[in-house]
């Protein structure tokens, strides 16, 4: 987790953003205009999704975000150099 929560409008291509579908939660890669390149479902609960989204972004040194509604996420982790 990052030390201070920070937030978003816009997350940035090639990062991966983790929301609840119900009944289960979706990890998706963004490339750009709102559009996802990738999506994994997850029937197991947030735990696993997270977790999932976070060795995504750890391998391709990008970043995993949270979506909190339609317009804002908040950043999970961050793995840019």
Do not use: C, N
């Not at 090639?14 to 390149?37: C, M």
């Not at 989204?53 to 950043?75: E, G, S, V």
Request: charged share 25%.
């Amino acid at each position: 987790m990052a030390d201070t929560d920070i937030f978003t409008t816009h997350v940035p291509d090639g990062d991966f953003i983790v929301y609840e579908l119900s009944p289960k939660w979706v990890v998706r890669r963004t490339v750009g205009d709102g559009a996802s390149q990738t999506t994994w479902a997850f029937a197991g609960g947030e735990a696993p999704a997270v977790a999932q989204a976070l060795i995504f972004a750890r391998h391709d040194r990008t970043a995993a975000w949270m979506r909190l509604d339609h317009q804002r996420y908040r950043l999970i982790e961050s793995f840019r150099p």
